[in-house]
């Protein structure tokens, strides 16, 4: 097949288009038209062509893994499954998700402390942390570390508390609602229970000097 034109993509910087003779389309990349030595006139075989689709998505691939890390932080587990739902093939996807984690591009262990900060600042307690942290696929072997950069769970309770209850006494359906409110946010009811105590010794103690 010989090559007619070559021209660079209008909508995708990164893509390189191959016309061929008989209609046929490559879409590939600057990577690909250097390393195949790709020029017009050129003619080229039919094996040629297959590699130079297959590599012009696995390059593809890697430019759109690169676009999405840049756009927000994400897991390798996270990457890899948006890239297979943009149309990527998995191994294609597996790849590229390597090739970035080897550069330093993608850092699980990195993303899962970003991921505890962010949810802790939000009053969140470990057991909602934990359930992020599954659903954005960050290995399980780095939970633990990463929470251990979490502040104390007293320490976030009492602000919480603070924020919701605005210095002022709790009843008995108030004492249900935030203890319940709390719970949900990912406390165990032992930490739930003991804030909770020391938030009402604090108020008593200020109403008392009233």
Known sequence: MRVERIERSKHKQERVLVYLEGGDLLRI?????LR???YVGLDISPETVVQLQKSGARSETRVRAA?????????????TRRLVQKGSEADDAGAAAEY????????????A???VRHYSA?????????????????PRELWDEALETAPDAQ???ACVIASKTRGKPLNEKDYKRLSDALLRR???WGEVKTALRTAGAALTDADDGL
């Not at 970035?100 to 262990?109: Q, V």
């Not at 969140?124 to 934990?130: E, F, L, N, S, Y």
């Open 29 to 33: 990349t600057e990577s690909e038209l």
């Open 155 to 157: 320490e976030t309770l």
């Open 122 to 138: 939000q009053g969140c307690g470990p057991a909602r942390i934990r359930d992020e942290l599954y659903r954005r696929g960050v």
């Open 67 to 79: 676009n999405m890390i840049s756009a927000r932080p994400l897991s390798k587990k996270e990457l």
């Open 186 to 188: 990912g406390f165990s």
């Open 36 to 38: 195949f030595g790709l």
């Open 100 to 111: 970035l984690e080897n550069i330093g591009a993608l850092d699980d262990a990195a993303y």
């Open 113 to 115: 402390a970003m991921l």
